[in-house]
């Protein structure tokens, strides 16, 4: 963008801005230069090849790699402060403003499902236990599972465990939420399922959701924004809904990713 800055155009429809972010590990750039904005209510996927740094880029969106440059600011409340040069009681503040789906879970295994929900209210507010307790079902009732409460993640299958994570990070009523490979190692109806989900909980509640995925079905069908990461120029080389990538033959490396054209670009693996 040209003649001023993204946080200079800092307007109500946009929930998140990154700006001229890069990220490292020791002397190995990883991305740099990163600049784009997600809208509030959109679906945005970060996609890329195998390597690119879409776990790396969530992981600086939330706070926990701190980049080498650049920020990430949310929805323009915190007087244009980006999240890293805020303090840490700042940025506990702007920690209010999105949850996390890790990819794995991370579910708590001796804890029920109804405990690891409630595990951050606890922890951040001072609501009593009974309140806590109300918050955590309804919240596993949003995801379909209610009465499932006192079950231990062992006892339920895969899809089960993610929609428990999904309401975990929903825990706090958060307007944003950041999901690392939600469908990684869910079989195809489950993995459906989920995108649906997602889908319901953005029209019903009005979530921005940042999400991370190599699954094409799942980039098809909830992106409403996008943008693809390049390993080997460290950067954005795309940016726009999927569909509207899938036209543009401009790239080939886009094209590969979105079409898993194997014979035109061998060895490529995304």
């Known amino acids: 963008m040209t003649g001023e800055s993204l946080t200079e155009q800092c307007l109500s429809e946009e929930a998140i801005i990154v700006e001229n972010l890069t990220m490292a590990y020791d002397e ?16 945005f996927i970060i996609m890329g090849n195998s390597g690119s740094g879409k776990s790396t880029l969530m992981r600086a969106m939330t706070g926990l790699d701190r980049p080498v ?41 001796s804890m029920t499902l109804l405990e690891n929900v409630s595990m951050r209210l606890a922890q951040m507010t001072q609501y009593s236990a009974s309140r806590i307790r109300k918050i955590a079902t309804y919240k596993l009732a949003l995801v379909g599972l209610k009465g499932f409460e006192h079950y231990y993640p062992s006892e339920i299958s895969g899809g089960m465990q993610k929609r428990v994570a999904i309401a975990r990070a929903m825990a706090m009523d958060p307007p944003i939420l950041f999901f690392d490979e939600p469908s990684a190692g869910l079989d195809p109806i489950s993995s459906k399922l989920l995108d649906e989900l997602l889908l319901e909980l953005r029209d019903s509640m009005g979530i921005t959701m940042v999400v991370v995925t190599h699954e094409l079905d799942s980039i098809f069908s909830i992106a409403n924004d996008a943008i693809f990461l390049d390993h080997e120029q460290q950067t954005i080389i795309a ?29 490529y693996k995304p």
């Open 28 to 43: 190995q750039v990883i991305q740099q230069d990163l600049n784009f904005t997600v809208k509030r209510n959109d679906i």
């Open 69 to 109: 440059a650049g920020d990430v600011y949310y929805s323009c409340q915190s007087g244009r402060l980006g999240y890293w040069q805020a303090t840490k009681a700042e940025q506990q503040r702007m920690m209010t403003q999105y949850g996390v789906m890790f990819q794995n879970g991370a579910l708590f295994s």
């Open 239 to 267: 940016r726009g809904h999927p569909k509207a990538m899938l036209k543009d033959d401009s790239n080939p490396y886009v094209q590969a990713f979105l079409r898993r054209d194997r014979e035109e670009k061998k060895g």
